[in-house]
């Protein structure tokens, strides 16, 4: 099937449901082959007036001619919009889950017959193509299935297959990232401030850094810490910075972060009943 034919509908197009969807136009899905849900109308009319696509508070119209519909509102809100969707289901729709913690079973056992479900973990950056995904298929997922559900998050960046037991650790990492980069990046400008550069300077010398850095790290394959040490002049000034972030004890902080994110996320599946959720999250 070429992109420009596949319909998709997108349920929930909060946050994260519109990331993935500008990523799925960027790919050349058609606006007028989309159908995003929203529950309030206001929310309906900034999205298709910012996308140019259908939007609807219908789930089960929504849902009735789709090839690929994705499955974006929170965890909690999953079984009830499962349980209204799974008999409009086309037989052929591929179920995409952008559901942290939420197992393929979990959306096998709640739609009727064997859907084929893909598990992707993504995140914001997916807006402007520069997102990450881990993606998962679930056990009636096929290579074409899942070359479908690539094929349309062409547009949100990198998509990494990955076993479905590292979805918990992939999104604690990398589906939360986004908000641990902003909290670094407004701490850096924060600290500029502090020594005395304006806040708009400041800010703009703290996000190119990170860009740059990050784009450094990309293009070259050079190990972090090996890019680190070539800034770091002996008896120079980059090595008393480093002291106080390792004093501070910053390195075993996002190691902690990273892994209570990825224990709210076991915890969250099996709140929610999901016992294959709740038996993932470690390789250990
Ligand atoms: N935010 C992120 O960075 C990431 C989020 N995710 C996952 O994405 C999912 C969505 O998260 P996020 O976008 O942050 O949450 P949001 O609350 O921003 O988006 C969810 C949207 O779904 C809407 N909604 C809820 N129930 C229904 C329904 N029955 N029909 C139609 N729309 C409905 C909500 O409407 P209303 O506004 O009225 O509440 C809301 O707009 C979650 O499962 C989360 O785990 C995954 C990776 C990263
Ligand atoms: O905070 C959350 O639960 C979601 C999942 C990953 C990013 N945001």
Redesign the pocket.
């Known amino acids: 099937m070429s992109i420009d034919d596949v319909r998709l509908a997108m ?9 993935v969807l500008a990523g799925a136009l960027r790919a050349g899905v058609a606006p007028g082959n989309v159908i995003a ?4 109308a206001e ?1 309906a009319a900034e999205v298709a007036q910012r996308h140019g696509v259908r939007t609807t ?1 219908d ?1 089960v119209a929504a849902v009735r001619d789709a090839d690929v519909v994705v ?5 909690k ?2 079984a ?2 499962l349980a ?1 969707v799974g008999d409009a289901l086309p037989a052929h729709a591929v179920v995409v889950s ?4 939420l197992a393929t079973s979990y959306f096998e056992d709640r739609l009727p017959g064997k859907p084929a479900v893909v598990r992707v ?4 950056p997916a807006a402007i193509g520069a997102g990450t995904s881990a993606l998962s298929a679930g056990s009636h997922a096929s290579p074409d299935d899942v070359a479908l559900v690539r094929a349309v998050l062409a547009g949100t960046g990198d998509v990494v297959d990955v076993p479905e037991t590292y979805q918990a650790a992939a ?1 604690a990492l990398a ?2 990232g ?2 641990y980069v902003f909290y670094v990046l407004d701490a850096m400008a924060e600290a500029g401030v502090a020594v005395g550069l304006s806040r708009e300077l400041s800010t703009r010398l703290a996000v190119q850094t990170v860009l740059g850095s990050a784009r450094l790290i990309a293009e070259t394959g050079e190990h972090p810490a090996l890019a680190r040490e070539r800034v770091t002049s002996p008896g120079g000034t980059t090595v008393e910075a480093l002291r106080r972030l390792d004093a501070a004890g910053v390195r075993a902080a996002f190691v902690d972060a990273v892994e209570a994110a990825r224990d709210r996320t076991v915890a969250m599946a099996a709140e929610l009943g999901d016992a294959n959720g709740a038996a993932e999250g470690s390789e250990r």
């Open positions: 349920l929930g197009t909060g946050n994260m449901g519109e990331a849900t929203a529950r309030r929310r508070a789930n499955v974006a509102v929170k965890p809100d999953v009830r919009l209204e952008v559901a942290a913690g973990m993504p995140n914001t999104g589906g939360s986004p908000a």
